[in-house]
């Protein structure tokens, strides 16, 4: 996910609170350095590419290989000045993202979700927050997207590890966004036909900051 328009080895076990939420601001800015100086930058997909419009295969092997690609999509969201990013946006089809993403009180959240599942929420948690969205897919453009202001993913970490994770504000719209992602969904399927159109053209008429995979 784009921002708004305006040698740590460590296990992979963050600390879950009396819920059994992950506290993923812990450490926040040590792990996300150690993550992204084990990674290699690769080239952001962008809308069009057949990799961004499927669902993507779960994640069923853990280990060095993982490790690796966690790391990369690390340094390859710090290159593209994003908050979050699935696996299929450096053409990888697996149901992975990370994240490192501000709620909007100001907390710093640093993690990474395989095979994540959005939890079904109950009307009186669905409050919708109509603020701007933008995607490092498709750089450069932004619109207003109703999402409710508080998500709730569950998952595994990159170690395997069953977790859940919670957010409020940007940071559930984050949560929101990625997931989509991995289910082949861009933030702007879910825009009016208008809409999606005034998003492409902005996209068409502005040079992407980070390098980009150009679709043939």
């Known amino acids: 996910m784009a921002q708004q328009d305006t040698e740590q080895q460590h296990s992979g076990v963050l600390p879950v609170d009396d819920e059994g939420f992950v506290n993923d601001t812990e450490d926040g800015e040590e792990r996300e350095a150690a993550y992204r100086e084990r990674g290699t930058s690769?080239?952001?997909t962008v809308v069009g590419n057949p990799v961004l419009h499927k669902?993507?295969?779960d994640v069923t092997e853990f280990g060095p290989e993982l490790d690796q690609l966690v790391a990369d999509m690390f340094a390859s969201q710090r290159t593209a000045e994003g908050v979050g990013l699935a696996a299929n946006q450096i053409g990888v089809d697996l149901k992975v993202f990370v994240y490192d993403c501000q709620d909007d009180e100001g907390k710093r959240h640093v993690g990474v979700v395989c095979n994540p599942v959005l939890v079904e929420l109950p009307a009186e948690?669905?409050?919708l927050d109509d603020s701007n969205e933008g995607c490092l897919s498709v750089p450069t453009a932004y619109a207003p997207l109703a999402r409710p202001d508080y998500a709730e993913v569950t998952g595994q970490d990159e170690k395997g590890n069953p977790i859940k994770v919670r957010g409020t504000g940007y940071f559930a719209r984050c949560l929101q966004h990625e997931t989509d992602h991995l289910y082949g969904?861009?933030?702007?399927?879910?825009?009016s036909k208008r809409e999606r159109k005034e998003a492409l053209r902005q996209m068409a008429e502005n040079e992407p900051r980070y390098p980009i995979v150009a679709n043939d």
Not at 185 to 191: G, K
């Open 55 to 57: 669902e993507c295969k």
């Open 125 to 127: 948690q669905r409050r």
């Open 185 to 191: 969904y861009l933030y702007i399927d879910r825009l």
């Open 42 to 44: 690769r080239p952001i």
